[in-house]
């Protein structure tokens, strides 16, 4: 294991929190923390909460902080190798056949294999980080997979042998806690459970985020939104809702409607399932952010 | 070689956590000391953030963990957890490999264990019974449910051109291609994990899904089936052999809790505690049968039929009860579960059981 306290200039936690919030992602403490440490240990960061807390943008802000491209894998029930790994360029392949006629040509060279992301992230470990988003709806046979991969960053491909990273990339997973990941992935990663932002960074995230968005209408938002995550809802609003949500108000407002009325008409936005809007509905007007601005 | 001085905590610390239950891998006890030491540390809330992202602390056992956290760097009194050993607690049982009926337990358990096993093998069973499991057992192989697997295998009839083998034809033959090869994806039978309420509210009932359990058991490729009532008992093993009443007979032997109380929960949450057993309901089609009747906790009951619902493919709970017309969910327990599952259906009698269960390949 290699400990590396300084990467690209960043020293602390501390240090990682302000660069962040330079490139527009306002971090806690622990999130913070949970990323300086891996980066600093070379182990992948593993970010888990509620959908909408900001767990995808966290790893493109990690990215951008490390001026590292974001190297994207999406997973989905039945992902498999040829979209994780690599694909062998067919077409050319056999118009490189049809071309070669009597001459030797080899035809699994570099120039005909298609990287996809885990290969990409291989072959340039120092500019990319590798985001492996909503890994908790891949199947459990891409788990175990992964884990593979996760501890020796090498891909095994039979016509042109095993690639290996020089060091180990910068790898970022996220969950939506779907479904519980396996133990041994856990172990293997710097966990970081990422909570609703207090009010008051909501808030600031809130500013930061939204253009044009009052500082009052802001923090209303923000105590109606916290409101409404208390209620069992089916979908209770993300961080992206509440930016969304506020944006929203505030263009209405500025188009006429008075202010209530601007977040009433806005509340699809924020609440995104019939069900939960008809268990609202009576009481919405209690709920709902009061005098702004 | 021996620890610096310093780090002796830290190690004890990843020690005591492993006594209480958290799973922590050497690995991640030496990145918690190198993260301790990459933060400062500047005070002992550096020492809880490593400790929390380092050994993977998800949020609901961060209560637990916060405890030990202080009574260890804080030295405040530890207050053992709730699921202590108590000696009321639900413990988990299984037949060593090849169950042998023991009766070496008194004259007067033997004499229980003898009748239990005579009720569920020497029941007349109703023809209408036998019809359903023989239904079963000629559609299982079609009807339960697959996955598809991570790879693909040739085939004449897949949906997907094998271009890979047809370079390597068309290699050979000059770039002339006679024939497309084409390759489809794996499937496998997905898991079934069949759960028995096996309480005395069930007495009806239980019969019925052991028979049926010992035909699932026969015919799925990959299942297991456990009991609950007092305690949580594995019975897939014992349900292995194809005579009916021989199984029926070892299985009885082993679940000495037959029509006893109900603590489904503890039960559930004894199930989840064991990893290989908690490992069963990954990616499976887990039913439970069972009249939802919880004389214990229905808090415990609920907080492990939501993990239990977030570990498998599907969550079905089959209730006797659910057969009526103007059936609702009652019991609070029950009523607070239904946002957790995936149907709640009528699971009276082996013909309910058995439409149910080739029904599961069809949904979702």
């Given at each position: 294991?290699t ?14 929190q302000d ?12 999130l913070?923390?949970a990323?300086?440490?891996?980066l600093?240990?070379?182990k992948?960061?593993?970010?888990e ?14 990215g951008?902080?490390l ?7 999406q997973?989905?029930?039945g ?5 994780a790994?690599?694909e062998w ?5 056999m ?9 030797h040509?080899?035809l699994?060279?570099?120039?005909f294999l298609l990287?996809?992301?885990l ?16 890994i ?9 997979f ?8 090498q891909i ?18 996220t ?12 172990r293997?990663?710097?966990?970081h459970?990422?909570d609703?932002?207090?009010p ?6 809130v ?5 044009g ?16 995550r ?8 993300g ?23 601007a ?16 268990y ?14 | ?6 780090t002796?905590p830290l190690?004890?610390f990843?020690?005591l ?12 006890t ?7 030491g ?21 949020p609901?056992r961060r209560?637990?963990?916060d405890a030990?956290?202080?009574a260890?760097?804080?030295?405040a ?17 299984e037949?060593a ?14 004499g229980e264990m ?25 559609l ?6 697959r996955?598809r ?5 040739a085939?004449?009839?897949g949906?997907q051109p ?8 068309a290699?050979?033959r ?22 028995i ?5 069930m007495?009806?009932e239980?019969?019925?899904?052991l028979?049926?359990?010992h ?6 490729e ?13 019975i ?6 194809a005579?009916r ?21 503890e039960?559930?949450?004894a199930?989840?505690?064991v ?12 039913v ?11 808090a ?15 969550l079905?709970w ?13 019991t ?18 082996v ?8 029904e599961?390949?069809?949904?979702r």
């Amino acid at each position: 294991m290699t400990v590396r306290p300084v990467i690209g200039g960043i020293g602390s936690p501390g240090a990682l929190q302000d660069a962040l919030a330079g490139a527009q992602y306002l971090a806690d403490d622990g999130l913070a923390t949970a990323a300086y440490l891996s980066l600093a240990l070379g182990k992948p960061l593993l970010l888990e909460g509620a959908p909408g807390v900001g767990k995808t943008e966290a790893a493109k802000a990690l990215g951008a902080v490390l001026s590292r491209r974001v190297v994207r894998l999406q997973c989905y029930e039945g992902i498999d190798a040829a979209a994780a790994l690599y694909e062998w360029n067919f077409p050319r392949q056999m118009l490189a056949i049809r071309q070669a006629r009597d001459a030797h040509v080899n035809l699994y060279g570099d120039d005909f294999l298609l990287a996809r992301p885990l290969l990409e992230v291989l072959r340039a470990p120092d500019d990319t980080l590798l985001l492996i988003d909503e890994i908790d709806r891949s199947d459990h046979e891409f788990e175990a997979f992964l884990l593979e991969f996760l501890s020796d960053f090498q891909i095994s491909i039979p016509e042109l042998g095993t690639i290996r990273a020089a060091r180990p990339p910068v790898v970022a997973l996220t969950s939506n806690r779907t479904r519980d990941l396996h133990e041994a992935l856990r172990r293997r990663c710097v966990y970081h459970w990422i909570d609703y932002p207090d009010p008051a960074l909501e808030a600031a995230i809130v500013m930061a985020r939204a253009s044009g968005v009052a500082e009052a209408t802001a923090a209303a938002v923000v105590a109606s939104v916290g409101l409404l995550r208390a209620e069992p809802l089916a979908k209770p609003p993300g961080v992206a809702e509440t930016i969304e949500w506020a944006e929203a108000a505030t263009l209405l407002n500025a188009q006429g409607a008075p202010w209530p009325n601007a977040f009433r008409r806005a509340i699809g936005v924020a609440l995104k399932d019939q069900d939960d809007l008809v268990y609202i509905g009576p009481r919405l007007d209690a709920l709902l952010p009061g005098e702004a601005a | 070689m021996t620890l610096p001085r310093a780090t002796q905590p830290l190690v004890g610390f990843a020690g005591l956590l492993r006594r209480h239950g958290f799973a922590i891998s050497p690995d991640q006890t030496i990145d918690f000391i190198a993260g301790v030491g990459l933060l400062g540390p500047r005070g002992i809330h550096d020492v809880r953030s490593a400790a929390l992202a380092l050994f993977s602390i998800p949020p609901e056992r961060r209560e637990a963990f916060d405890a030990l956290f202080r009574a260890h760097f804080m030295g405040a009194a530890l207050t053992p957890p709730a699921t202590g050993d108590d000696g009321d607690e639900v413990a988990a049982h299984e037949g060593a490999g090849e169950t042998t009926v023991e009766f070496d337990e008194g004259e007067d358990e033997a004499g229980e264990m003898a009748t239990a096993a005579e009720r569920l093998s020497r029941r007349d069973l109703a023809l209408a019974d036998d019809e359903a499991i023989g239904r079963f057992a000629r559609l299982a192989k079609a009807r339960l449910p697959r996955r598809r697997s991570y790879r693909r295998r040739a085939s004449r009839k897949g949906d997907q051109p094998d271009i890979r083998r047809a370079i390597r034809a068309a290699a050979r033959r000059d770039g002339e291609l006679t024939t497309l090869p084409r390759r489809r994806r794996k499937t496998r039978q997905r898991r079934i994990l069949l759960l028995i309420d096996v309480s005395a509210s069930m007495r009806a009932e239980s019969d019925a899904a052991l028979r049926f359990a010992h035909q699932l058991v026969q015919s799925a490729e990959r299942a297991e089936v456990f009991t609950l009532g007092t305690r949580l008992t594995r019975i897939t093993s014992s349900l292995a052999p194809a005579g009916r009443a021989e199984a029926l007979a070892r299985a009885a032997a082993l679940i000495a809790d037959l029509d006893g109380g109900t603590r489904i929960g503890e039960a559930l949450q004894a199930f989840l505690a064991v990893p290989r057993y908690a490992g069963f309901a990954r990616g499976a089609a887990v039913v439970v049968i069972s009249d939802g009747l919880e004389r214990g906790d229905p808090a415990a009951m609920i907080d492990a039929v939501r993990r239990l619902s977030r570990a498998s493919w599907t969550l079905d709970w089959l209730s006797p009860l659910a057969g009526a017309a103007d059936f609702a969910p009652k019991t609070e327990a029950l009523a607070a579960i239904l946002p957790d599952l995936d149907r709640l259906a009528p699971g009276g009698g082996v013909n309910a059981i058995v439409d149910h269960m080739l029904e599961l390949g069809a949904y979702r």
